[in-house]
């Protein structure tokens, strides 16, 4: 069973910076597409950023290119999202997903899903 557990939430001031990780357990994630998503009260989900455990292709969200770094450890297990210059709109529950195919923005082609960390960021 895909385990996914996010971690490094909290509160930031605004132009401050967080790096999320994400540990995947479960089965080999070779094949596998890791994203990142953001929801912000009474907002939709919002894709942010995905890449590929092998090769490390990234697709990033335009809203956050150049803002927000994906990256992965695979001797951990472990991805993680770069968050720089945040914003008082950043506020959200950041979760991480994977998917067994390519990258993809759609959160619907996403098969599994952590429970989310929460971000605050303060004006």
């Known amino acids: 069973q895909v385990q996914l557990v996010e971690s490094g939430g909290g509160l930031v001031q605004t132009g401050g910076s967080l790096r999320l990780s994400c540990a995947a357990s479960?089965?080999?994630?070779?094949?596998?597409?890791m994203g990142w998503f953001r929801q912000a009260p009474g907002k939709e989900r919002e894709f942010l950023a995905a890449i590929r455990w092998t090769g490390g292709s990234t697709l990033y969200a335009d809203s956050v290119k150049g803002r927000f770094s994906i990256s992965r450890d695979k001797a951990n297990n472990t991805f993680y999202l770069q968050m720089n210059s945040l914003k008082p709109e950043d506020t959200a529950l950041y979760c991480c997903a994977a998917r067994t195919l390519g990258l993809a923005t759609l959160q619907r082609g996403y098969n599994y899903w952590g429970q989310g960390t929460q971000v605050t960021v303060s004006s």
């Open positions: 479960g089965r080999s994630f070779s094949s596998y597409t």
